[in-house]
């Protein structure tokens, strides 16, 4: 069965600290597509980031960054310089396809930066 | 260009009742998506719909059916609402089931 893991329930960090939010995937399949996406209090899930099985390459955009390691199934973000716009609830999320049809999505980790 | 647009966005219904949401997707999308996201959970797929067609499904109960129109707009119908009902109801739109889906707000659905 698939599953997504993210053990961090909530964080809180100061403005300009980085931190990283953890996840941790469970599928057989051999071709799969990792997501993350954001929610902030509004509701709609903002879009970061889609990544397939076959590109552990890294990904650097701006403050974000992603961290991906089939070794250990992990698919972990980054924000560098934390702001307080980067308050919200993180999701990562799992699918067969590139589109991200029946995604699965772990329990989210809501992250709070102060000023 | 408006994106996905959710109706209502809150709605407090009685155990037992039926209820029916509304997505409109955006402009140029032809699929829609729901998820049911329960207060401090991931959202969980429901189903799918494409060409007026249920394409997939999650694992939830008939009580939970849909529909699209022509239009690509689609409902999401809830039926004998028990009070676990209680979530965030979110829509996603894309063009064509391959293209990358667009969220809406949700609507705030509270079965008392």
């Known amino acids: 069965a698939q599953k997504v893991t993210q053990a961090q329930t909530e964080i809180s960090v100061v403005e300009k600290e980085d931190v990283t939010l953890d996840c941790v995937y469970e599928?057989?399949?051999?071709?799969?597509?990792l997501f993350w996406y954001k929610q902030p209090p509004s509701g709609e899930l903002v879009f970061l980031i889609r990544?397939?099985?076959?590109?552990?390459q890294n990904e650097i955009s701006g403050r974000y960054s992603w961290n991906f390691q089939k070794s250990t199934s992990s698919f972990n973000f980054t924000i560098t310089a934390s702001q307080v716009v980067d308050s919200a609830v993180y999701f990562c999320?799992?699918?067969?396809?590139?589109?991200?049809?029946?995604?699965?999505f772990g329990k989210g980790t809501t992250l709070s930066v102060s000023s | 260009d408006a994106g996905v647009t959710q109706s209502p966005t809150h709605l407090i219904k009685t155990r037992g009742q039926q209820v029916t949401l509304r997505c409109s997707p955006k402009?140029?999308?032809?699929?829609v998506s729901w998820y049911q996201q329960a207060l401090g959970q991931g959202p969980q797929f429901i189903f799918q719909?494409?060409?007026?067609?249920?394409?997939q499904r999650g694992n939830f109960p008939d009580r939970f059916s849909g529909h699209q129109f022509p239009n690509y707009s689609s409902e999401l119908n809830v039926n004998a609402l028990l009070l676990g009902d209680s979530a965030l109801y979110l829509c996603?739109?894309?063009?064509?089931?391959?293209?990358?889906?667009?969220f809406g707000s949700g609507t705030r659905l509270t079965v008392v």
């Open positions: 990544r397939n099985s076959f590109d552990e």
């Open positions: 402009s140029g999308h032809d699929t």
């Open positions: 996603a739109s894309s063009q064509t089931p391959s293209g990358g889906y667009t």
């Open positions: 999320a799992l699918s067969e396809d590139q589109a991200g049809t029946a995604l699965i």
């Open positions: 719909y494409y060409e007026e067609e249920e394409r």
């Open positions: 599928t057989r399949d051999t071709t799969y597509y």
